[in-house]
């Protein structure tokens, strides 16, 4: 079983920035931020697959939000620019040990971290 710690959140005015962090107990495969803004259903934000190097974002935060990993510290990074009102959500760490082509969906990942708070006003 993995274990996902996630820290980094709080409240930014807009147009601000804030940078998640996420540590894993071991290694993974994916590994992927999502959120869950108040009243509706949890979103993908960005996803790395080591197995291939692929990126994914979604349309909403391309060109604001850049996810990285340090995998000597099996750690996953979201670095979240010009952030705005709409950016408020609880922020998820989502990962997998799974060897999948794609990890881009909430089926693909196994393990979840407890959520961090972002709140832009």
């Known amino acids: 079983h993995v274990q996902l710690v996630e820290s980094g959140g709080g409240s930014v005015q807009a147009g601000g920035s804030l940078r998640l962090s996420c540590v894993a107990s071991q290694y993974t495969v994916c590994g992927g931020w999502f959120r869950q803004a108040a009243g509706k259903e949890r979103e993908v934000i960005a996803t790395?697959?080591?197995?291939?190097?692929?990126?994914h974002y979604a349309d909403s935060v391309k060109g604001r939000f850049t996810i990285s990993q340090d995998n000597a510290k099996n750690t996953l990074f979201l670095q979240m620019n010009s952030l705005k009102a709409d950016d408020t959500a609880m922020y998820y760490c989502?990962?997998?040990?799974?060897?999948?082509?794609?990890?881009?969906?909430?089926?693909?990942?196994?393990?979840w971290g407890q959520g961090t708070q972002v709140t832009v006003s």
């Open positions: 790395l697959n080591d197995f291939g190097g692929r990126v």
């Open positions: 989502a990962a997998t040990r799974r060897y999948l082509d794609v990890c881009q969906s909430r089926t693909d990942f196994s393990y």
